[in-house]
């Protein structure tokens, strides 16, 4: 076994975030989200479209619970609980910047997995209640979330 301490542990991170920048930065076409850096564009990340998504299909499944239509609540849950992940260069990125955070941050994901997982449970036993209840709680977790790091990521990875 390997042992390492933090600061080799931090240059290994580095040492591997580097060796991806060609596959994170690249030359081309920019869009209007992109961000120019000299002759070099940054994609948007992945993340945001994930983010985006997310609350699409919040929207919608705050239509399904109110109508009662627990099998689109079911479908949309199972997303939620599965969303996306981002590359692994992204994801590399991201916990770079978070550091000592990454774990809060890997918190408030889980959070919302299993109260997602649990809306979807209600929905199938038709619990209005519980269902409710349960999507509180992912409602609860993405505002904590954004509250304690949308701003900073926004700042961080899009900084003009």
């Given amino acids: ?42 994609k948007p990340m992945a993340l945001k479209g994930i983010m985006q998504l997310l609350a699409t299909d919040m929207s919608k499944m705050t239509d399904a619970i109110s109508r009662e239509e627990w099998e689109k609540v079911i479908g949309i849950a199972d997303r939620v609980a599965d969303h996306e992940q981002p590359p692994l260069a992204e994801k590399m990125r991201i916990l770079t910047f978070l550091g000592a955070e990454a774990n809060k941050f890997k918190t408030y994901d889980k959070k919302v997995h299993d109260a997602a997982v649990e809306v979807k449970q209600a929905a ?23 509250q304690e790091f949308r701003d900073r990521f926004q700042a961080h990875f899009y900084k003009q």
Avoid: W
Avoid at 136 to 141: A, G, M
């Fill in 1 to 42: 076994m390997i042992l390492c301490n933090k600061p080799t542990l931090f240059r290994l991170m580095i040492t591997i975030i580097f060796l991806l920048l060609p596959f994170i930065v690249y030359s081309g076409e920019s869009t209007r989200e992109d961000i120019q850096l000299g002759s070099y564009v940054i």
């Fill in 124 to 146: 199938q036993q038709g619990d209005g209640y519980r269902v409710i209840e349960s999507f509180s709680t992912v409602q609860k977790n993405c505002l904590a979330c954004h």
